[in-house]
């Protein structure tokens, strides 16, 4: 069964709104021709002469042209142990929430003392205690804000974030955080193996920040729908092998999302007698070229609006969690006229999928 919020009530009546919208990327940019020279010089002895052959396809796709990693030197992961490698996600993670966190709150004239909440979501590394105590830390937080650090939420995360950070708001004023960070790099494994291939072709690290506030500014959030099928879960996973991570991707899984997006969509849409044609913006996770042409066949949306989704799919790849919030970035920067309403959507690890109905005040 598809699980409804509505947000418009907020907390304590209290609407929601979101407020600046950041984004932060690691300085290593690389092109998906030279990722394809790295790999083939360092792994392709690691690699069936079939996925060879794949990973040179995938990187060839002109859906994705270039990616940013939180290194400064891929050789950092020719065997990089674990102990250094968690401490790359601690690092970075820090920095790069940090840095858009920085930027949201100064768009609007807001200090580190106007936070009231924090929420941080992750699923590419696990620290204790969570980033969201770095975060205080890092920058001058209130000891007293309500901190919580979500995991496990995959590429889909940022929506319960969205959903939790806008439940906060407390009637008292202040900004509630909405903080995604993934360093996909920090999960990095080299097989010959389907799924890593694919996904060493189509992740790159990234982190966003958003303020959630009562004033009546940028897009109100309206309501929420997620729709959970755990018994798809091997198809979208991450495993545990010798105390590392690896991503579990399936061949069925484009069709999968379509099915679950098509469905927490109606469900979205229908509680505000609302059709798709009423709809002008769609900030879809940008999971890859196959899953948004099934999306686009199973909503019936057309090429414009899938413009912004695309553009970050090509300039970041899939970011997984942020995403989907560099597309709402992507969205608010062409221009969204009064009263538009906009669909923002993710997917991920569960199966699940996620997404809020908003509109432009």
Known sequence: MTNRNFLSSGFAGKKAFIGPVAVALPPYLASQKEADEFFTRHFSGRIGKRHLALMHKLFSHPAISQRSFAFEDPSVLIDEDQDRRIERFRTWAV???SEAISASLASVGLKSDDVSCLVVNTCTGYVCPGLSTYLIEELG????????DLVGGGCGGAIPNLQAAASHLNGRGGAVLSVSVEICSATFEMEDDLSLVVSNALFGDGAAAAVIWDRPEGFELVDSASFHMPEQRENIRYVHKKGRLFNQLSTTLPRLVRNAVSTVVSDLLAASSLSI?????????????????????GLGLCEEQLGP?????SRYGNMSSPTVWFVVKEILDRGVEKGDWCVMMAFGAGLSAHDCLLRKT
Not at 141 to 148: F, Q
């Open 95 to 97: 920095r790069l929430s």
């Open 141 to 148: 937080l209130p000891r007293s804000v309500r901190a919580y």
């Open 277 to 297: 044609g009423d709809v002008r913006h769609w900030a879809l996770h940008s999971g890859g070229e196959k899953i948004i042409n099934e999306v686009k066949a």
């Open 309 to 313: 989704t695309r553009a970050i799919l």
